[in-house]
């Protein structure tokens, strides 16, 4: 998820940003009542430009949230660290919230999320994982060479879940980078023989200077879609109304909105849609 190829990766921002608000269209009043502030929470691991840029957007969408639910107030808030999303959710108790993969899993237990929904999001990065490189012919080339990421915070996910034990990051040399394009021209230029990037990554690598001559030499299996969540603060009634309406929000009149920002489909879903890769990440 590039920030500096802003123009193809728009579409991404507005639609992880688009989610929160349509995915509130549906949910009524939690039991506090009048007077409760709604917070929703858009947690995408390393997303798509900072918060600054994302946030007019959810503002905006919030106001048309908070008119269709009667809501007093209510607050979206996108973001891609999980430190702050720590102290929003410390300090906001949202109600819902939008997840990639790795979040859900790494923040599941202690914040009592329970699986509500799936959200598909055209061109999201983390659906998949790929090793790339300009020298190596396979996985094995990449071992005890520099391997570049924007991704190595994520350590438990990457080796219990996404590299289905192929690796660990003990078996590179890791080179941590702090931006997804940063990620892309380590290996460009060479200071890295690899870099691990996720699908989003992978497409962009086309558009860059020098990326041409980097391929994929290893790929992951392909991982569920953004998980819709409900934190233990919603209460049982809210979020079983809240679930049955997610089928309906891109139909109908809304099917336009999820098009424009490039939504798929939200869709209700089980906790067992993500069984197996809670069991592959353990407690």
């Given at each position: ?33 009048a007077g409760q502030n709604v917070h929703v929470l858009i947690l995408m ?178 991982l569920p879609p953004m998980a819709v969540v409900a934190f233990s603060g ?38 067992s849609a993500f069984a197996a890769m809670v069991k592959q990440f353990g407690?």
């Amino acid at each position: 998820m590039l920030t500096r190829l802003a123009p193809a990766r728009r579409p991404l921002r507005l639609a992880l940003v688009a989610l929160a608000a349509l995915s509130g269209l549906m949910v009524q009043h939690r039991d506090a009542g009048a007077g409760q502030n709604v917070h929703v929470l858009i947690l995408m691991d390393n997303g798509v430009g900072s918060p600054g840029q994302a946030q007019p957007y959810v503002d905006k969408l919030m106001d048309v949230a908070k008119a269709a639910n009667g809501w007093d107030a209510v607050e979206g808030k996108y973001l891609t660290k999980r430190k702050q999303a720590k102290a929003y959710i410390q300090e906001k108790q949202p109600l819902y919230g939008i997840f990639s993969l790795g979040s859900f899993l790494s923040m599941r237990k202690d914040n009592g999320l329970e699986v509500v929904g799936v959200a598909e999001v055209d061109a999201a990065g983390g659906r998949k994982f790929h090793l790339v490189s300009k020298t190596a012919k396979e996985l094995a080339g990449c071992k005890g060479q520099k391997v570049a990421s924007n991704h190595f915070g994520q350590k438990k996910f990457l080796e219990k879940v996404v590299s289905g034990g192929a690796f660990t990051l003990k078996d590179f040399e890791v080179v941590k980078t702090k931006r997804p394009v940063q990620t892309l021209k380590a290996v460009v230029k060479d200071e890295a023989v690899c870099a691990l990037v996720d699908n989003a990554q992978l497409a962009e690598l086309a558009k860059l200077e020098g990326g041409a001559a980097v391929r994929p030499v290893w790929s992951s299996a392909d991982l569920p879609p953004m998980a819709v969540v409900a934190f233990s603060g919603a209460g049982t009634a809210e979020r079983a109304k809240f679930k049955v309406s997610l089928g309906s929000l891109c139909t109908g009149e809304g099917k336009a909105h999820c098009d424009k920002v490039g939504i798929k489909a939200i869709r209700p879903a089980d906790p067992s849609a993500f069984a197996a890769m809670v069991k592959q990440f353990g407690d």
